[in-house]
Nanobody, 132 residues
Framework: QVQLVESGGGLVQAGGSLKLSCAAS????????MGWFRQAPGKEREFVAA????????RYADSVKGRFAISRDNAKTTVYLQMNSLKPEDTAVYYC?????????????????????????WGQGTQVTVSS
């Protein structure tokens, strides 16, 4: 199973930017479709962004479209989340997760589903706090 470690969170003022990283262990990272999720205090974990194993297919939650950008570097076994124009409502613990699926379309469907469960367990996440 793949093991994931998130980093890059912090405290930023509204309108600022942060870039999160998710480093994966193992040599099969390029086989996994990847997603970013977040959980705010008192709320359910929610989908943020997803990227197919090739990087050619990407999906975003409506709340972050135009502000966040997901990318991956298979050689570095890392997936990124560039977050711009941050808002106080983006405050949450951010998690990455891996998924397997035969096609990118199936992977996007799985990753964006409210019932999504990651391979293995959720990591420790990285805290993002946006002050107003």
């Amino acid at each position: 199973q793949v093991q994931l470690v998130e980093s890059g969170g912090g405290l930023v003022q509204a309108g600022g930017s942060l870039k999160l990283s998710c480093a994966a262990s193992g040599r099969t990272f390029s086989n996994y479709h990847m997603g970013w999720f977040r959980q705010a205090p008192g709320k359910e974990r929610e989908f943020v962004a997803a990227i197919s194993r090739s990087g050619n297919t990407i999906r975003y939650a409506d709340s972050v479209k135009g502000r966040f950008a997901i990318s991956r570097d298979n050689a570095k076994t890392t997936v990124y989340l560039q977050m711009n124009s941050l808002k106080p409502e983006d405050t949450a613990v951010y998690y990455c997760a891996a998924a397997t699926a035969p096609t990118a379309a199936q992977a996007m469907g799985a990753l964006t589903s409210p019932s999504f469960r990651p391979l293995g367990s959720w990591g420790q996440g990285t805290q993002v706090t946006v002050s107003s």
